[in-house]
C-alpha cells in the first residue's frame, strides 16, 4: 500500500497472494512471489477512496447549489452542514458529500477534466495522470480521479500549469500512438481523439520512429488486441482482475515496454471479456465480430434489453444498413451497473440470420410447408380453435410481458383453457411455492438486486450464476469483496461462487433441503445475520425443488429474509407476473381452477387428449427435460400451431407455422428477475411479415369474437393496468425516462443542445447514442461524435420500474408447498447417480446457435462426477462413459469434479448432445466404454 493511502494496482510481477478473489489459476505461471509479508489488501474497502458507482449513488445526491444562501441538492433538498463539505471548483461553489471523487464532483457541476483510467464503475488507480488539476495550498498538481473532495478545496482545472499538465500527457501518449484513427474501429467515438481534439497540443514535435509491436493479435474468439494503439490506463486490467475476477489480462514488462497482454499466449477466456473492449479508451481492444463492419455514424442505435436471461442488462442496439451489428452495455445502477456478459454483447447475430421464419407457413396435403397469408393461417388456426377445442397452450421463456398477458388472455379468457405455462426448460419449477412458502408476497423476488450489496448474509441456492445468470454473479462477487457479505453456498457441486464464498456447504446428491434445514445447526450459523438475502432458481429439472423452497421458507420466516427469485429467462418473470402458469393468475392471484403444467400438457397431446397445441415460442423438443415425452406429444394428433423466429425442430413438426418478430425489432417490455419492467426500443423493422405475438393474439381472439381494441404497445398496457393489480400504478411513460438530469459530459467542441433545456450537451442524436432520439442514422459532417463511453454515460440510465406486490406483505408460513414439479416417474430405482442437468453460458440453443461470434465457443458434452465414485467405475479424467438412462445412452467425457458422492452433473445442449433425452430420468448409470 502507498504511503498516500491510496490504492495502487500491481503489474502482474508484483502481485501475490491478492484477496480472496484471486483465482490462482489466472495467474501466470511461474510468477515471483510478493516480497512483502502478508497479503495486500487491493481490495479492502477501506482503501477505497472512491468506491464503486453504486456507493458513489448512493452517497451522492446529485448535483448541488447555492441558492439564496442555502446549499441545494439538484431537486431542491436543503443540505445541512453536517453531511457535505463545500468546495470550490473554477470560481463557483459546490456542496458535496465527504469522500466523493473530485472528478465525480466537478463533473456534475458541468466541469469535464479529461481522463483515460478513471472508470466510474472501477476503483481509481491515477496512472495516466490525464486528470490533474491545480488544488490551491497543494505543492504539485493533483489527480482529480483520486483526489477526495474535502471542505474549503478551492480547485482550479483551467488554470495554466493544469492545461499545460493535460497538453503534455496527451504529447506523451501520442509518441508512440500510431495514426490508425481511418482504419480504427474505434475512430469516431475514441476519448483519445476526442481528449486530443480538446485538449490535445495540436501538434507533436516527436520526430523519432514509433515503438512497434505485432498488430491485431487475436487473444480470444472475440476480442482482437492492438498494443501500438494502448494507453496504458489498466482499465482492462482493473475490470478483469477487480470486477470479473478473472485475470487473464495483465501488465508485463517494464518501463517503455510495457504492454498489455494474456499470459503464456492463453486465451482472453473470460464470459465477461467484451467489457474490456467497451471501456478501452483506445481501439487497442477491439471485437472480432464487429472489426471493420462500421463507423460510428454509419449506425443507427436504440436502447433495449438483453433478451438471453433473466437478470435483464440494459444495452443499446446498433445497427447499420438495417443490420444488427453491435450490442453495448448501457449502465443502469440497479442493474448492471456498467457491465453485461459475453452472450448478451456478441449473442446478437440470430436476430438477422437468413434462417428466421419470414411468413405464416401450413404444412400442406403432401406434408410440405407452403407460404399462405396472415388471413388464411389465422383463419385457420381459429377454426380449429372453436367448438369447445381441447387446447393447452405453451410459452417459451423469451417473450415479452406484453406477449405473455395477450397469451395468458388468450387462452384463459377467449379460448377457455386453464391448460397453460410458461415452463418449458425449468418445467416443474416450483415458482407459486415462494409465495405459499412465505418467502416472498408474490410468485417473485421480494429483494432487488441491489440488496445484495447491503445483505449482511447471502444463501446462494440455484445454477451456477456465472453460468446461468452472468451479470448477478459479479454483483454478488461485489457483495462479497466489496460489501463484506457472509456468502453461503448450498449445492451438491461446486459452483463459480465457492471461491469467494464464506461457507460451502456440500449437500448429500438429494439432499438440498435437509442442508438447508440444518444451516443454522451448523458452523456457517456463526456468520448468519441480518439482513439475509436467500437466492433461489431451479436448479435442475426432477430435482426436489419444492422441498427446498420450503426448508428457505423456514428459514426465511426465522429471519424474516428478502428472497432473490432467479427464473432462468428474459421473460420467465413477466409470463409469471401476467398468469401464464397454470395455478397462478396474473398479479400472482391464485387461481380457482388450477390448470395442467407444461409436462400434463403434453402428457395429454402425446395421449391424444388434446385438439389443439399452441406452442409460444417453445421448442419442446430441444428444451422440455422430457425430449422423448415432447416428440411424442408432438405426434399425439393434436393440431399444433407455432409462433417462433425460426423452423425449431419442434416448429417443423408444427401444422401451422407463425413467424415471430425478434426483440431488437420491437417495442415491448421485459421484466427481470428482481421483477423490474424494462423497456426495448424497435431499431429494425421485422423480416418479411413477422409479427409480435401480442399481435397474432389479438388477431385470433378477433376471429374468436373478441375484440380487445388494442393497436399499439400502450393498448396492451392500457390494459394490464386496468386488469392486473400489481401493475395498475406502472407508468409506461417513465419505462422511457431516463435517470436523473444528467450532468454535461463532455465538451468537446459542442454547444448545447438547444432543443433541450436541460443542458445535455447534444452529441450526435442528442439524448441517445448515435441517432436515436431522431430515429434517422447520424450524418457525416452533421456534428463530431462525441465518444461512446461518454454518450453511453449521456445517454443515463433508465431505471425501469419494480412492479407492486400483490398484498405488500408477507404471507404467514402456510407449512405447506404444492410441487407441481416433474416428479420421479413411478418405479424410480434407487440405483445410478442422481442426474443433475444445467445450462452453461455457451450452448447450441435457438439463439446462440445463429451466433456467427458465439456458436462455435459451446463445449464438448461431459459428466462430472466424484473421484471416489470415478475410482469405483475405473473412470478417469477424459475417459469416455456410457451414460445411460431409460434406454437412451449417450457417450461422454468424464471430468472429475468437486461434486457429491451419487450424483452427476451434465450440461445441456453442448456440442452435438442434448441432454434431455437422459433428463427425464432422474437417475442414471454409468459404465466404462469398453
Ligand atoms: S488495452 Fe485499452 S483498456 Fe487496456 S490498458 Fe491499453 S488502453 Fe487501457
Ligand atoms: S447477464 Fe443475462 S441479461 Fe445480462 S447480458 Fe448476460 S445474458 Fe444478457
Ligand atoms: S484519469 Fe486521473 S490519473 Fe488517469
Redesign the pocket.
Known sequence: MRADGRTLLLPAWRHGRVGRAKQPAALPRGLPGAHRRGPLHLRDGSSNVGGCARDRARRCGGHATTVGGHRLRLGGELLSDNDSVTLTINGREVAAEPGRLLIDVAEELGVFVPR??YHPGMKPVAVCRMCLVQIEGQRKLQPACSTPVADGMVVNTQEAGAVDAQEGMLEFLLINHPLDCPICDRGGECPLQDQTYKHGPGSSRYVEPKRTYEKALEISDLVV?D?E?????????RFSDEIAGDAF?Q?VDRGPGTQ?LTFNDEPFDSYFSGN?IQ????G??TSKPYRFVARPWDLKSAPSVCSYCSVGCPITNESRDEKLVRCQALPNENVNDFWICDKGRFGYHYVDSDERLTAPLERGANDEFQDVSWDHALERVAAKLRDGARVGVIAGGHLTTEDAWAIGKLAKNVIGTRDVDSRVADAGAPYADVMISGLSPAAGSSATINDLATARTIVWMGPDPKEALPVLYLKLRGAVLDHNAKLIVVSPRRLSLDGFATHVVRSEAGGEARAVDELMSSPAADDIGDPMVICWGPSSPGRDDAGVVAALGRLGAARDAKVLMCPPHSGSQGLLDMGVHPSLDAGHETAAEPGRDTRAILQAAADGRLDVLLLFGADVIADFPDADLAGRALGGGAHVVTVELFPTETATRSDVLLPSAAFAEREGTFTNLERRIQKLEPLLEAPGVAREPWRICVALARLLGDDWGWHSFVDVWNDIRSNVRTHTEVDIDALSARGPTPAPQYESGYEKDPSHSGGVVAGPGGQYPKGYRSGTPFQTGQNWPLSWELRGFEARQRPGIVAGTPNGARPSPSGSTTSTGSAAPDGESADGFVLYAGRMIYDEGTMISKSTALRHIARRPFVELNEEDAKELELSEGDEAVVRANGTEARLEVRLADIARGAVFIPYDQKGFRANTLTSAPRVTLARDL
Do not use: G, Y
Open positions: 483515460f483510467c488486441l498494443r494503439r494502448c494507453v496504458l490506463c489498466w482499465r482492462c486490467v489480462i501488465l498489455i474490456t471501456i478501452c479508451p483506445v487497442a481492444l
